[in-house]
């Protein structure tokens, strides 16, 4: 049973940090692209960042470009969002999400990804 299990969400105050994870398990990890992905109430969910199956290839929304950072430890089974600069629009619940790839890219992880976290919440207050 796969299962992705994200954590490390809060409330901080506008210009904070805070660094979610998600774990896996119950799937061969370095074969996914993995991706994260937040919803604000009365929003579509959207794409935050993806990172490709060796982390060697990211990408970031405009939204967020500059200010957080995707990274994954493939011996931990876990993908991580540091953000910082945090504003009152990040606010949402923050999703990661796995798409198999058969190659070293990123960019699966923008169409649905095959399994989802439960997602974790954060919210800025300005």
């Known amino acids: 049973q796969v299962q992705l299990v994200e954590s490390g969400g809060g409330l901080v105050q506008a210009g904070g940090s805070l660094r979610l994870s998600c774990a896996a398990s119950g799937l061969t990890f370095s074969d996914f692209a993995l991706g994260w992905y937040r919803q604000a109430p009365g929003n579509e969910r959207e794409f935050v960042a993806g990172i490709s199956r060796t982390g060697g290839s990211t990408k970031y929304a405009n939204s967020v470009k500059g200010r957080v950072t995707i990274s994954r430890d493939n011996t931990k089974n876990t993908v991580y969002l540091q953000m910082t600069s945090l504003k009152s629009e990040d606010t949402a619940v923050y999703y990661c999400?796995?798409?198999?790839?058969?190659?070293?890219?990123?960019?699966?992880?923008?169409?649905?990804?095959?399994?989802w976290g439960q997602g974790t919440q954060v919210t800025v207050s300005s």
């Open positions: 999400g796995g798409k198999q790839t058969p190659s070293e890219i990123w960019y699966p992880v923008l169409s649905p990804p095959d399994y």
